[in-house]
């Protein structure tokens, strides 16, 4: 099939609409609040060297975190603030998605827009502000009719290169909740779907670029002081927000919000949830690419409706416990420990996701490896890699004190090009998961866990506080519960996995529903 | 000589760190006189010149501007109706020619239409001609045309008093020569009361009712041209003989009649 004719690029320009308008709408809000902030500073501090300097060395630090980071941080940090906000004035807000997206990348505007601001009020030849002094103007006058207008094509620069800092750096708010272009690059990595990435990469460059030199252009009229080629650029970006934020403009937010982690399993999952809320006549969306941490608290806030968990997850991450309990007790314990949070555990799905240590089968025959027991005699002379939270779980720290497991090196991977490294000899085990395809397709095996260290991983679909009662919304998920065992979602994850036509969450959701209904 | 003074200087000193810019000076500025304070760079005669509206205050003594001492005046009001020509220009380089000019009487908060018709008077004040320079950027002007229009903004708002920071120094002699013939014209018409800072001995004479010499912060002398070729100052007499001394060099190097 010719690769510009594959259906996921129609699929991709689905999406285009929605991800491109949210991607605009949160880059504008963190720009215009960085300027806000920033714009202000600068004039403040520009004859001020101390504080000048202070302030331009904290915009360069936060400059210095990741994005990434910079904007994960956001997240607990209002989730803090949102509780003090509720237990001293009664009002709580919502600490996903938009609020913390747009907070972290203003944080990250401000640097370039105070350099240049400040660079721009010193760079004026000081006989203009003597002039101005001269000719009977206030400080406040001169500030507001001669220096910041000289200053301006400088600014100007310095904005430009927020914006495309902006930009560039907003493809990175999907896993704390905010919809952009990212959501086409995550996505597409955890579902190697690669034309869903290259899409991503390519409208957010192209979008940095168009503005960027929309942007520029203003920039060379203030320069020049040419106002046709200032209105031109201005005309240009007025132009280009509109185009992007009309269509979704009016899009009523109302209806149920299906939310999905970092990894393809729930993007098949949510889109299997999203399908048949939408059979039953309720509009829902998905929200996927969320972070581990965040999908949980989004439900407890009511940011989304409904996703999928895993028990064992939920009883190290929430409830603390260490203590391991055959799969039913454990379910029953956590429905009720959720429910003092009203949150509902409607059921389980059928299948167990449980982390598990995977090798090569070859290579754990040549060995005589069969369980971790085994493992653990070898380990010193062997590698490991686990997803990112892996190593930082409890379940490790579990693992590594009933086995005594001590590794000669241990590596951090995108959950799904683990599985390739390992058939390929690039680390000898993984801790992959017990419902992936790729075991069977690479030939590998998971080891028994003898001494009972990983818990049960049963998948669990739970409902937000809010939908407690919603027994339409029960009635649509009760078909789902109990109905996919470990070898349907198995084979639903290796379709998943693939990188063609057929392989896109979507599709894999829509075969899914046809096993389940059989 | 009218016996009120404009603008009174009476034991004014200014020091910059351990410089004394400006060093117990007293000085009359007669109303409707063209003074020009002569002296080289660093004799303190551009800090004289500011003092008189507060763009550099003083350490000590005392400023009397039309009667009124200049530390109970407002200085933002006080620099409105001073008229003030910097030196090249020093015009709004993001401004019309017509906003440079309009700017005091805008900031006087007189209204548009007023202050459109001041321009164009004051164009024709300063010989430029109004369709071809009123809405033209500073940039696109030449040196005369700039300081003309340096000249029609501090007249913009009818002040009794000009002050000159070295107005024509960086034009090319003939310009130099029209600007300052035009500009000494007007301060008869309009009856105005001129400082101008110069270090050209042959400029101080050639437009100037008096001349003031600065030297090191010090007042050496003042007094017209003749009063001063009268003084036992060694610095100021040498300064005198500069412009006779050129013209007799130019007489001997030009054929017959023609440096006159």
């Known amino acids: 099939m010719s690769f510009l004719a594959d259906p996921r690029w129609g699929e991709a320009l689905a999406h285009l609409p929605d991800y491109l308008g949210n991607h605009v709408r949160v880059s504008l809000a963190a720009l215009a609040l960085g300027l806000a902030v920033s714009l202000p500073l600068a004039i403040l501090t520009r004859n001020r060297p101390a504080p000048r300097g202070i302030l331009l060395a904290l915009a360069s630090i936060v400059q210095t975190v990741p994005g990434l980071a910079l904007l994960a941080l956001f997240y607990p940090l209002l989730l803090l603030a949102a509780s003090v906000t509720l237990a001293w004035f009664g009002v709580s807000f919502s600490a996903f998605g938009f ?34 002094k001269g000719v009977g103007m206030t400080a406040r006058q001169s500030l507001v009719m001669v220096e910041l207008p000289l200053a301006l094509p400088v600014m100007m620069a310095g904005v430009r290169t927020a914006a495309v800092w902006v930009i560039g750096t907003a493809t990175l708010s999907t896993p704390i909740g905010q919809t952009s272009l990212g959501n086409y690059i995550f996505a597409g990595l955890q579902t190697q779907n690669w034309v869903f990435v290259l899409f991503g990469c390519f409208a957010s460059a192209l979008l940095a670029l168009a503005v960027d030199q929309l942007l520029g252009l203003i920039e060379s009229g203030l320069r020049q002081r ?34 999905a982690k970092t990894f393809a399993e729930q993007y098949v999952l949510s889109a299997l949830m999203r399908d048949r809320l939408q059979a039953t006549g309720l509009s829902a969306t998905a929200r996927s690419g969320l972070g581990s941490s965040v999908i949980f608290e989004a439900l407890k806030a009511g940011d989304i409706d409904l996703y999928v968990d895993y028990s064992g997850t939920l009883w190290a991450n929430q409830l603390h416990r260490t203590e391991i309990k055959p799969r039913a007790e454990l379910v029953a314990e956590l429905k009720t420990a959720l429910a003092k949070e009203n949150i509902t555990l409607l059921g389980e799905l059928g299948f167990e996701n449980a982390y598990a240590l995977v090798m090569p089968k070859k290579k754990a025959e040549a060995l005589g490896i069969r369980t971790i027991a085994d493992l653990a005699a070898h380990a010193s002379t062997l590698s490991i890699a686990g997803d990112y939270e892996f190593f930082s779980r ?79 919304l029960k009635t649509a998920l009760q078909p789902l519960l109990g109905k996919i065992d470990i070898a349907t979602m198995r084979e639903a994850n290796l379709r998943a996995s693939g990188n063609d036509a057929n392989s896109s969450p979507e599709a894999v959701a829509k075969w899914l529903w046809g096993k389940i209904k059989q | 000589m009218p016996s009120k003074p404009a603008i009174s200087y009476v034991h004014v000193t200014r020091s910059f ?21 002569v002296g080289g760079s660093g004799s303190g005669k551009t800090t ?20 009124e001492d200049v530390q109970s005046v407002d200085p933002v009001a006080l620099r409105r109706r001073i008229g003030y020509v910097f030196q090249s220009g020093g015009l709004f380089p993001h401004l019309s020619v017509a906003d440079n000019i309009g700017i005091t009487p805008k900031l006087l908060g007189e209204p548009a239409a007023a202050i459109a018709r001041r321009v164009d008077e004051l164009l024709e004040l300063v010989q430029l001609d109004r369709n071809a320079h009123r809405d033209r950027l500073p940039a696109a002007l030449s040196g005369g045309q700039r300081q003309r229009v340096g000249v029609a903004r501090a007249l913009a708002a009818r002040p009794r008093i000009v002050l000159m920071d070295e107005p024509f120094g960086a034009l090319d002699p003939l310009t130099r020569d029209a600007l300052g013939d035009d500009y000494r014209s007007l301060h008869r018409k309009l009856g105005l009361t001129t400082v101008m800072i110069t270090h050209d001995m042959t400029e101080a004479i050639l437009l100037a009712d008096r001349i003031a010499v600065m030297r090191g912060g010090k007042l050496l002398a003042q007094g017209t041209p003749a009063e001063l070729s009268n003084s036992s100052d060694a610095y100021v007499l040498e300064l005198l003989r500069t412009p006779r001394r050129q013209v007799e060099r130019l007489n001997a190097l030009l054929p017959q009649g023609g440096a006159a």
């Open chain 1, 99 to 132: 609020l913390p997206a747009m907070l972290a990348l203003a944080l990250y505007s401000m640097l370039p827009v105070l350099r240049n601001g400040i660079a721009g009020l010193n760079g004026i030849d000081p006989a203009l502000i003597e002039a101005a």
């Open chain 1, 226 to 259: 040419s106002r046709a080629r200032t209105a031109f650029g201005a005309a240009g970006i007025a132009a280009l927000v509109a185009a992007t934020l009309v269509p979704t403009m009016g899009r009523s937010s109302s209806g149920y919000v299906v939310g």
């Open chain 1, 394 to 472: 409890p379940e490790w720290a579990a693992l590594q004190k009933a086995y005594g497991l001590q590794f000669r090196a241990q590596r951090q991977m995108q959950p799904d090009f683990m599985y390739a490294a390992v058939a390929g000899g690039e680390v000898d085990v993984i801790a992959g998961y017990t419902s992936d395809g790729l075991i069977a397709k690479y030939d590998l095996v998971a080891l028994d866990d003898p001494r009972h260290a990983i818990p049960p991983y049963d998948a669990i679909l739970l409902l937000a506080p809010k939908r407690a009662g919603d027994e339409r």
């Open chain 2, 17 to 37: 760190g351990a410089l004394k810019a400006v060093d117990d000076v007293s000085l009359d500025i007669a109303e409707g006189e063209f003074l020009a304070i």
């Open chain 2, 48 to 67: 004289l010149l500011r003092l008189a509206n507060r763009l550099i205050e003083a350490d000590g003594g005392t400023i009397t501007v039309e009667g």
